[in-house]
């Protein structure tokens, strides 16, 4: 029988987590482990139990970020109209995924062919824009019809024209741009609400 992680366990790993996640956006994944282990507050053999490799850390920051978007959407969902939550949901995205660029071209280096992580990744994100476009568009807030992976495709492309440097401010932008697409042709216009 597997034992419980203990509390102060997962919030160490979590802790490495956040921090990693961070100096990775800042510097790159080549960013010194010892001193992601000094930020987060625990030793390098902390990092090194939860993390045995850099590779390993690097996966795991990237399932964390990707699970941290994902789940922010339910979120999302739960405070703001289906539209607004939509809109929120893919400003946060065209932040997002420029300054994981690096993580991913990492990760694609030396995950094996047969890994399961992009795929799942995928599937996941997928899900979520496809649950945000499904509720806005039942609500009639955003025209019918529109498929997941064409918008993630167009969100895509605006993430490779960002640069992280800007803090997102073209993508937010065009975000808008995409938005008022979305909402043209919709059963209750914004300003019936």
């Known amino acids: 029988m597997a034992r419980a992680t203990r509390a102060d366990a997962c919030r160490n790993r979590d ?7 961070a100096a990775f956006a800042e510097s790159g994944v080549e960013t010194s482990l010892e001193k992601i282990a000094k930020e987060a507050g625990v030793g390098i053999g902390t990092l090194y139990r939860h993390f045995p490799t850099r590779d390993s850390l690097v996966e795991a920051v990237y399932r964390h970020n990707v699970d941290l978007l994902c789940e922010g959407a339910e979120e999302l969902s739960a405070t703001k109209q289906p539209d607004e939550a939509l809109e929120e949901w893919m400003h946060r995205w065209v932040t997002f995924v420029p300054g994981k660029k690096g993580l991913a071209t990492y990760l694609k280096s030396v995950v094996s062919a047969d890994s399961d ?8 994100v997928q899900a979520t824009i496809t649950m945000l476009l499904d509720r806005a568009a039942t609500a009639g807030q955003i025209r019918p019809g529109v498929d997941g ?19 997102g401010q073209c993508g937010n932008t065009i975000v808008s741009l995409l938005m008022d697409g979305l909402r043209y042709g919709a059963k209750t216009p914004a300003s019936a609400r």
């Not at 802790?15 to 996640?21: F, P, T, Y």
């Not at 992580?117 to 996941?124: E, H, I, V």
């Not at 992976?149 to 803090?167: K, N, Q």
């Open 15 to 21: 802790r490495l987590l956040d921090v990693a996640s």
């Open 117 to 124: 992580l992009f795929a799942t990744s995928q599937q996941r």
């Open 149 to 167: 992976m064409d918008l993630l495709r167009a969100l895509g492309g605006v993430c490779l024209m960002s640069e992280p440097a800007t803090g």
